[in-house]
């Protein structure tokens, strides 16, 4: 029987935890570690839009690119546990990075932050440049085994969510395909609108400006899909028992006194049931999955276990 993560057992500790001033009563700060305007910062500036109501100021969103997101990461988890600084922390910080052989992480996620709650289902999308000659999942899978090694797959760059959904599509297709790293999605998807790489599975935020200018969706890889594109079908329709997605939710540092993490969950699921901010969550490829403290917290667990294959059926690593 596999030991629960720390942040589970942790949950039942928040009780314990330092007696909780008047909160908030000072500025309250939301990390992010990846660049302004992707969707990590869009997603971290409706967060701190959703919050403002409930808090009576507005989070100050504050950018710390590095390593993955772990710089940013690193600083809350040596912040005062109190819920003024928090973290968003994705799929790739909480269940890949810290399964991967050779990732030097500053902070163990299980040990030194807490999961507060998730805001966001990213949608993810199997796309082809508009040239390509593949217009569904089945010929993808068809070219794959009848020329192995040949068909290409962008990603992020080893490790990242995109890189094991491909790995993950390969696996279960028993595919033989060469995976092109890069150094984030924007210039993969460039390359596969140019038709440099043959396709890339990646959120629809990364790729939705493109559609039908550069770039064909096949299909999506989450069992979910989109509202926006009601008549595209899933690549698990294709290659049963596929299904893949991201998830961007709030950390805090371990030790946040119980009344203050109940406090981020109700701001949080007060402001995201405002239509408004659904519909902008949607122009951005993105979806609203509200998970409070406990279901975050086994939906890390779960994810875990997915990831985890893939790294080690792949034999993915970063030494």
């Not at 969103?61 to 003024?84: I, K, L, M, Q, Y």
């Not at 080893?158 to 028993?174: D, E």
């Amino acid at each position: 029987m596999r030991t629960p993560l720390p942040w589970i057992a942790g949950l039942l500790l928040l009780g314990l935890s330092l007696p909780a001033a008047a909160f908030p009563d000072r500025p309250v700060r939301i990390m992010g570690g990846f660049a302004a305007g992707g969707t990590g910062d869009i997603i971290n500036r409706l967060i701190a839009e959703a919050v403002a109501p409930s808090f009576g100021q507005r989070p100050v969103v504050e950018v710390r690119t590095g390593a993955n997101g772990f710089v940013a990461a690193e600083a809350v988890a040596n912040s005062p546990p109190d819920g003024h600084v928090v973290v968003q922390c994705s799929t790739g910080m909480l269940t890949i990075s810290p399964q991967l052989p050779g990732a030097k992480l500053p902070i163990d996620p299980a040990r030194d932050l807490l999961p507060i709650a998730n805001i966001v289902h990213s949608t993810q999308a199997m796309v082809v440049s508009s040239r390509s000659p593949y217009r569904s999942v089945a010929e993808v899978i068809a070219a794959a085994r009848a020329r192995p090694d040949t068909i290409t797959y962008a990603s992020a760059g080893i490790g990242s969510v995109s890189h094991l959904s491909g790995a993950r599509f390969a696996q279960l297709g028993g595919l033989r395909m060469v995976h092109v790293p890069y150094r984030g999605a924007a210039p993969g998807v460039l390359d596969v609108a140019a038709g440099r790489a043959d396709l890339i599975i990646t959120n629809l935020g990364d790729v939705a400006a493109q559609l039908d200018q550069g770039l064909r969706l096949l299909a999506f890889a989450d069992g979910i899909g989109s509202p926006r594109y009601p008549g595209v079908g899933q690549v698990s329709d294709t290659l049963p028992g596929y299904a893949v997605s991201g998830t961007f939710g709030l950390c805090g540092p371990r030790g946040m006194p119980e009344e203050v993490v109940g406090r981020w969950v109700e701001a949080l699921r007060t402001g995201f049931a405002e239509p408004v901010l659904q519909q902008r969550l949607q122009e951005n490829g993105l979806t609203l999955r509200f998970e409070n403290t406990g279901e975050f917290a086994r939906s890390i667990e779960r994810d875990r276990g997915l990831w985890g294959e893939v790294i080690r059926a792949g034999q993915i690593s970063l030494e």
